[in-house]
C-alpha cells in the first residue's frame, strides 16, 4: 500500500471520526512541535553535540552569541508564548463545542494543484503582511513598546524566533501564517504542512547557523545585528522597497 494511500485512509479516518474544532486544535498543536520546538531544540544542540561543525557555521563570531541564562530565558518566553495561545485556540473552540473549523475538512486529500496553489498563496501572503507588521513595530513610537522585545538578541538562537511580546507573538507571527489560509478557507493537511514549513522556516532564520542555504538565514540574522534592513521573510518585499542588504559590514 502507498504513501498516498495510507494518508488518505487515515486522513478519512480522523475526518469522519472528531469534530472539526478538535481536529484543528489537535494539528495546530501537533504543527508547533513538529514544525518549532523539536527542530530549535536540534538547532540548540548542535553547539554541544558538534562543536566544530557548530564553529565552522556560525553566522556571527562566538563572542556575540548569547550566555545559557539568556538562552534559557528565551526558551521560556518563547513556550509560554505556545501555551497562552494554544489555551486561546482551544477555548475559542470549547465555546462552539469543536462543531466549527475555517479549514476545509473534507475526508478525501486535496489534489496537488491545490495544495501548491494555497503553498505558494500563503507563501506570499505572510511575505506582505508579515513585512508591513514588522515594518510597523519598528516605527519608533511603537518599538519600544513592543518590537525590542524580540531585538534583545542581537545574536538568534532558533528559540528567539518566538522571543516576543505578547502583541507582537499574535500579530506578526501567528496571524501573517495563519489568517490568510483560514480565510481562504484551505484544506487542514494543505494548512499543516504550510504551517510546520513556516515554523521550521522562522526557527532556521534565528538559529544562527547558515548550512542550510534555503531559507538564507543570514538575511534575517542581519536584520538582528543591524535592524533596519531585511524586514520580510523570503526578501520579496524587501527587493520592492529597497530594504534588502546581504552581508554589509559585518565583523566577526
Ligand atoms: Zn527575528
Ligand atoms: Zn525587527
Known amino acids: 500500500m502507498g504513501v498516498h494511500t495510507q494518508l488518505e485512509g487515515a486522513w478519512a479516518h480522523i475526518s469522519t471520526t472528531y469534530k472539526p474544532g478538535m481536529i484543528e486544535f489537535m494539528g495546530s498543536v501537533f504543527g508547533q512541535v513538529i514544525g518549532f520546538i523539536v527542530p530549535a ?3 540548540l544542540m548542535i553547539d554541544t553535540l558538534f562543536p566544530k561543525f557548530s564553529q565552522r557555521h556560525k553566522i556571527q563570531g562566538a563572542r556575540r552569541q548569547p550566555k545559557p541564562q539568556q538562552i ?3 526558551v521560556v518566553i ?22 466549527h473549523s475555517y479549514l476545509e475538512m473534507a475526508p478525501t486529500l486535496p489534489s496537488l ?8 498563496f500563503g507563501l506570499l501572503a505572510r511575505e506582505v503582511l508579515f513585512y508591513y507588521v514588522h515594518r510597523a513595530l519598528h516605527h519608533p513610537r511603537i518599538y519600544v513598546y513592543i518590537h525590542k522585545m524580540h531585538h534583545k538578541y542581537i545574536t538568534p ?15 506578526a507571527n501567528v496571524l501573517p501564517i495563519t489568517l490568510p489560509l483560514y480565510l481562504k478557507g484551505t484544506h487542514f493537511l494543505s494548512f499543516l504542512a504550510f504551517s510546520i514549513f513556516e515554523l521550521w522556516e522562522a526557527a532556521a532564520d534565528h538559529s544562527g547557523y547558515d548550512f542550510l542555504k534555503l531559507p538564507p538565514a543570514e538575511l534575517h540574522d542581519l ?30
Request: glycine share 6%.
Open 157 to 171: 538562537v532558533a528559540f528567539a524566533a518566538e522571543y516576543a511580546h505578547p502583541v507582537e507573538h499574535l500579530f
Open 113 to 120: 494543484t491545490t495544495f501548491v496553489a494555497d503553498f505558494l
Open 41 to 43: 531544540t536540534v538547532y
Open 223 to 252: 536584520h538582528h545585528e543591524k535592524f533596519r534592513v531585511n524586514y520580510g521573510t523570503i526578501g520579496l518585499m524587501d527587493w520592492i522597497h529597497g530594504t534588502n542588504v546581504v552581508g554589509w559590514d559585518r565583523r566577526g
Open 78 to 99: 518563547c513556550l509560554s508564548n505556545h501555551a497562552w495561545l494554544a489555551t486561546l485556540h482551544f477555548l475559542s473552540h470549547y465555546m462552539t463545542d469543536f462543531n
Open 72 to 74: 534559557r530565558h528565551c
